[in-house]
């Protein structure tokens, strides 16, 4: 046998192990199962087995671990280290504890997997224990331990963690660190514990974000000098954000957190703690919301170093150190916070992003390099050297991201901030362009197991589409006159290869797309090369719009079947990705991004055919009868749910053909108030002697221009009915206002959805640039939607607050007459309530109008009985005042609630299921039905009083659902005895449903 460690012999081993068999023959005993397990309770022996494994051990190293000897031996040992650290004799357990951390550092993980069970539940007790070197070296073993924990046991894991309060112990260590007592490693190895537990486990955050104490006594320590404190407690910082509630809270109050974040970034820094900023930076900037609550707080700051590590670094013989690469690409994926639209891109052009981007992409660079006066030839001539010697490759996708998204949000005075970095962003749109020109070469050659070339693909190219559809000028501008120039020769063959490969998507019969990357850069290439006219009048020639159209559709009917559209590199390790509760908005180029692309190009088709010199097309593509299946799949498009960004350029193409907006179901309600006579409270009188009959409080939120400047100036008559009385206030409009235009405004106010005739498109363009109405004006001037808007909904809770609350003229009650802490701000009463509007009532239930016209003494009382609770009431208040039911507390904050708690939450939603059917409002039932249920699939345990709840409203449709939640848990409910609460009708309704359930392989 070869030496082993130390140059110990094979006869030394050989002896070693031999004593280690003496010693553990002396606890070995025989179970009750004819099963031999170490177990005795003498201390001298366990001593004598510690030392006996710890002086085996030393023979090994990790490159020696494979020995048969220790393979043969090691269950043994773990046995007995196991049993001994179970009896936690204060004389053995320290030595014990060690020998695990050696045993952990000397096996490989894969050989120790089958133990890493029971040496967990073995060591976690030992985290409370009072003397502080066997507590700290228990975090050490235990944390070597989870981080080489299978995912398939880590369910069981955190059951052994849970049961015996690790992440509390590990907690209240923390809290009692002071620097007298305790030393900075011991901090530094619990929270490295912690640390572990919740990049494994997310059901461990909560109970660490939600801890006040320990909030407080985290950011104590970030503030002190210490820098192995702050990069500890970055890392503790870190895995909480991977929670979105967790996230929340540290930004809520994370001045003092952003401020040591941005401290550890800068260059003075060591690079340990450099990377663990920008890595906190990146978790805190996981949505959108989140992102721009940290940028508002140190948005000049942060850009600023992130710029300067992306600029600071050196090469060391021609290749850049592993450390610095590491540090560029933590940086690199930080700056991806582009995305996101804020203020923090006028500080990336302010640092002059450009000639750091260009610095990643050209070898040696220097500024001075790039010259003016060289022509269009030479500057493409320059950069395709610069890309062949394809310098720092794996940062390449990462620039062309950022600069594309950049490009995408920059605003229109972009030109006065770019400080002189003209040449470098010239540069790099030239390079950009060229590599995206080379992708659409290669077609069929694009080869998509390689990631790394598949990724500068992809990224080049969406750069480029992003800087042609850049609301700078200067960039969209400088993109098509490159891209033109690129493109000249072979611009027409290339293009035809990509119209023929789209053309074959649909015509194929698959539901599948042949080829991922290729299909992503042809339909990136059609929208390019669509913008540059010469190309456009080429597809049109071609049939392109047909094929576009085509593929729209067939997307449609297999968007299910469709993967993912990226092959950019994660921004994200492994374990980031175990995110929890974040409810991020939606990214234009994650959700059904081949769908927007096709549409990108079939929007500049569209704008050409449209264009002043290309009516004759227009005619042929009429006399075709293609205008009415375009605009009945781009109708189907925009009004379903595909991401909002095909839904925003499906609306922006109608908008050419006199569509504009988006259909909503509140504005259908509101419509149904605006065409109501006797709902209106103001009457608009035109010079012509024609009128409109509108409501006050829904123009005071969606057109307040409209509205009179003192209501006091102007006439009022009273209009008495059988049933009511009530009065109108009239204005009379001026002559220059024309009448069909304001008519079509206001229907657009109402319903955020018009249409209209191009005769009309000049003078309502004129009245909505003066009445502010700057969604319909964008619309009607067809401006290109901005990347990574949201869609433009109906919110009229604004009507709520106290600006506009004189317009409210009834009080809705809730069934509570008390409800602790409750304090209006519209009014003195004390007794719970919420105003609200007739208007907007009758607007969203036929029964409420029904009652508010019907003569009745109900009909005329200022306040409205609601036999719901009072958390029940403002749910349904927010139902008809934006047609959204709020959700209850989601992820680790549900998780985390105590079954009472969950079920008053549920309680609300049955009384709003109940009162939607006597009120005879369907879509809030299904809304409530869907809350309701997809509440009791992550809480079965709540089904039995939830169907209680439901049977005492005679919900048998709700009841008869819930039943179905309950019936994977019938045998345990029914051993438990809680099914005895029930009637013997709806425990058979349960039993039923269980039976179904088995029937069906549940």
């Known amino acids: 046998m070869a030496s082993s460690k130390g140059g110990n012999s094979s006869g030394h081993i050989n002896t070693l192990h031999q004593r280690l068999y003496h010693a553990l023959n002396l606890g070995f005993r025989v179970c009750d199962e004819k099963e031999k397990k170490w177990k005795c309770t003498d201390i001298e022996i366990q001593r004598h087995v510690v030392k006996s494994i710890s002086a085996f051990l030393d023979c090994f190293s990790r490159a020696t671990a494979h020995n048969r000897l220790i393979k043969d031996s090691i269950s043994d040992i773990a046995g007995a280290l196991v049993f001994i650290l179970g009896c936690k004799n204060r004389a053995v357990v320290g030595l014990a504890v060690n020998v695990v951390i050696r045993l952990i550092r000397t096996v490989p993980s894969s050989i120790l997997q089958s133990y890493s069970l029971d040496l967990v539940e073995s060591l976690s007790p030992l985290l409370r224990c009072q003397q502080l070197e066997v507590c700290l070296a228990c975090a050490v073993a235990l944390n070597a331990i989870l981080m080489n924990v299978r995912e398939t046991k880590e369910k069981e894991v955190w059951k052994i963690l849970e049961d015996s309060k690790t992440v509390v112990s590990v907690v209240a260590n923390l809290q009692n660190f002071s620097e007298g007592s305790m030393s900075v490693e011991w901090f530094q190895e619990m929270a490295s514990l912690?640390?572990?537990?919740?990049?494994?486990?997310?059901?461990?955050?909560?109970?660490?974000?939600?801890?006040?104490?320990?909030?407080?006594?985290?950011?104590?320590?970030?503030?002190?000098?210490?820098?192995?404190?702050?990069?500890?407690?970055?890392?503790?910082?870190?895995?909480?954000?991977?929670?979105?509630?967790?996230?929340?809270?540290?930004?809520?109050?994370?001045?003092?957190?952003?401020?040591?974040?941005?401290?550890?970034?800068?260059?003075?820094?060591?690079?340990?703690?450099?990377?663990?900023?920008?890595?906190?930076?990146?978790?805190?900037?996981?949505?959108?919301?989140?992102?721009?609550?940290?940028?508002?707080?140190?948005?000049?700051?942060?850009?600023?170093?992130?710029?300067?590590?992306?600029?600071?670094?050196?090469?060391?013989?021609?290749?850049?150190?592993?450390?610095?690469?590491?540090?560029?690409?933590?940086?690199?994926?930080?700056?991806?916070?582009?995305?996101?639209?804020?203020?923090?891109?006028?500080?990336?052009?302010?640092?002059?992003?450009?000639?750091?981007?260009?610095?990643?992409?050209?070898?040696?660079?220097?500024?001075?390099?790039?010259?003016?006066?060289?022509?269009?030839?030479?500057?493409?001539?320059?950069?395709?050297?610069?890309?062949?010697?394809?310098?720092?490759?794996?940062?390449?996708?990462?620039?062309?991201?950022?600069?594309?998204?950049?490009?995408?949000?920059?605003?229109?005075?972009?030109?006065?901030?770019?400080?002189?970095?003209?040449?470098?962003?010239?540069?790099?749109?030239?390079?950009?362009?060229?590599?995206?020109?080379?992708?659409?070469?290669?077609?069929?050659?694009?080869?998509?197991?390689?990631?790394?070339?598949?990724?500068?693909?992809?990224?080049?190219?969406?750069?480029?589409?992003?800087?042609?559809?850049?609301?700078?000028?200067?960039?969209?501008?400088?993109?098509?006159?490159?891209?033109?120039?690129?493109?000249?020769?072979?611009?027409?063959?290339?293009?035809?290869?990509?119209?023929?490969?789209?053309?074959?998507?649909?015509?194929?019969?698959?539901?599948?797309?042949?080829?991922?990357?290729?299909?992503?850069?042809?339909?990136?290439?059609?929208?390019?090369?669509?913008?540059?006219?010469?190309?456009a009048n080429f597809i049109l020639r071609n049939q392109g719009l047909e094929i576009l159209l085509s593929f729209c559709s067939w997307y449609q009917r297999n968007w299910e079947n469709i993967g993912a559209s990226s092959f950019a590199p994660s921004t994200q390790s492994t374990s980031e990705k175990r995110i929890c509760c974040w409810v991020c908005a939606e990214d234009w180029d994650n959700k059904d991004t081949f769908l927007l692309y096709a549409l990108l190009a079939l929007a500049e088709l569209v704008n050409y055919l449209f264009s002043g010199q290309n009516h004759t097309e227009e005619i042929s593509m009429n006399r075709e009868n293609l205008i009415d299946r375009l605009c009945t799949t781009l109708k189907e498009i925009r009004d379903g749910t595909y991401g909002s960004g095909p839904r925003w350029y499906a609306a922006h193409i109608l908008s050419y053909f006199g569509y504009y907006g988006f259909q909503h179901n509140l504005g259908k309600r509101l419509m149904g108030a605006y065409e109501d006579e006797e709902c209106i409270d103001m009457r608009l009188l035109f010079a012509s002697g024609n009128s409109a009959s509108v409501n006050k409080v829904i123009i005071a939120v969606r057109c307040p221009m409209l509205l009179p400047p003192k209501e006091g100036a102007h006439s009022s008559s009273t209009i008495l009915t059988g049933k009511s009385q009530r009065t109108v206030q009239e204005i009379r409009i001026s002559a220059n206002v024309d009448t069909l235009a304001l008519v079509k405004l206001l229907e657009f106010a109402y319903s955020g959805y018009v249409e209209v005739e191009i005769t009309m498109l000049k003078k309502l363009k004129t009245l909505a640039r003066h009445c502010k109405a700057k969604v319909l004006q964008q619309m009607l001037c067809r401006r290109r939607p901005k990347w990574g808007s949201s869609i433009p909904g109906i919110d009229i809770s604004i009507a709520l607050t106290p600006k506009l609350i004189h317009f409210s003229d009834v009080i809705l009650l809730p069934k509570e007459t008390n409800v602790p802490g409750f304090n209006c701000r519209l009014c003195s009463s004390t007794s719970p309530h919420a105003h609200s509007h007739r208007v907007i009532l009758s607007s969203g239930c036929e029964y409420l109008r029904a009652l508010f016209r019907s003569g009745m003494q109900e009909s005329h009382l200022d306040t409205l009985k609601v036999p719901v609770s009072w958390l029940g009431l403002k749910k349904l208040v927010r139902w008809f005042y934006s047609d959204e039911l709020p959700n209850p507390p989601s992820g680790c904050k549900w998780n985390n609630m105590d079954n009472e708690t969950k079920l008053g939450e549920l309680q609300a939603y049955v009384e709003i299921y109940s009162l939607s059917e006597w009120w005879i409002m369907e879509d809030l039932q299904n809304d409530c039905a869907h809350v309701i249920l997809s509440c009791l699939e992550s809480s079965r345990e709540l089904s039995i009083k939830t169907i209680e709840l439901a049977a005492s409203f005679s919900m048998w449709k709700l009841v008869e659902a819930a039943a179905n939640h309950a019936a994977p848990i019938y045998h345990q409910l029914r051993d438990s005895g809680e099914l005895d609460e029930l009637d013997d009708e709806l425990v058979n309704l349960i039993r039923t449903a269980a039976v179904q359930f088995s029937q069906q392989g549940g």
């Open 194 to 535: 912690l640390n572990t537990i919740m990049l494994k486990l997310p059901q461990s955050r909560y109970s660490v974000w939600h801890n006040p104490a320990l909030m407080s006594i985290l950011e104590s320590v970030s503030q002190k000098p210490d820098m192995d404190l702050r990069v500890a407690t970055l890392k503790l910082y870190s895995s909480l954000a991977l929670c979105g509630h967790g996230a929340n809270e540290l930004l809520d109050n994370g001045k003092p957190m952003l401020a040591m974040m941005i401290n550890c970034i800068e260059e003075s820094s060591p690079l340990n703690a450099r990377i663990e900023g920008l890595k906190l930076a990146q978790r805190l900037a996981t949505g959108n919301q989140e992102c721009l609550k940290m940028i508002n707080m140190c948005s000049e700051s942060l850009v600023k170093a992130i710029v300067q590590t992306m600029g600071k670094w050196s090469l060391s013989s021609g290749k850049l150190e592993h450390d610095q690469m590491s540090l560029l690409v933590e940086a690199c994926k930080l700056a991806l916070i582009t995305r996101w639209e804020g203020k923090h891109h006028f500080y990336f052009w302010k640092y002059q992003i450009s000639e750091v981007l260009l610095r990643l992409v050209v070898e040696n660079f220097q500024s001075q390099s790039l010259d003016g006066c060289v022509s269009q030839e030479e500057e493409i001539s320059l950069a395709e050297k610069v890309l062949n010697a394809n310098f720092l490759p794996s940062l390449r996708s990462y620039v062309w991201d950022i600069i594309g998204f950049l490009a995408a949000h920059c605003e229109g005075e972009f030109d006065s901030i770019l400080h002189g970095d003209e040449l470098c962003l010239d540069f790099l749109v030239t390079c950009a362009c060229l590599t995206f020109s080379s992708s659409v070469q290669k077609g069929y050659q694009i080869c998509q197991n390689d990631i790394l070339s598949a990724s500068h693909s992809e990224s080049a190219s969406r750069a480029v589409l992003m800087m042609i559809y850049s609301p700078s000028k200067y960039i969209s501008a400088r993109a098509r006159v490159t891209l033109s120039f690129v493109l000249e020769e072979g611009g027409e063959q290339n293009l035809n290869s990509l119209v023929n490969f789209l053309s074959y998507i649909p015509s194929s019969g698959s539901y599948i797309l042949p080829n991922l990357l290729q299909t992503t850069v042809c339909l990136v290439g059609s929208a390019c090369y669509s913008s540059i006219p010469q190309y």
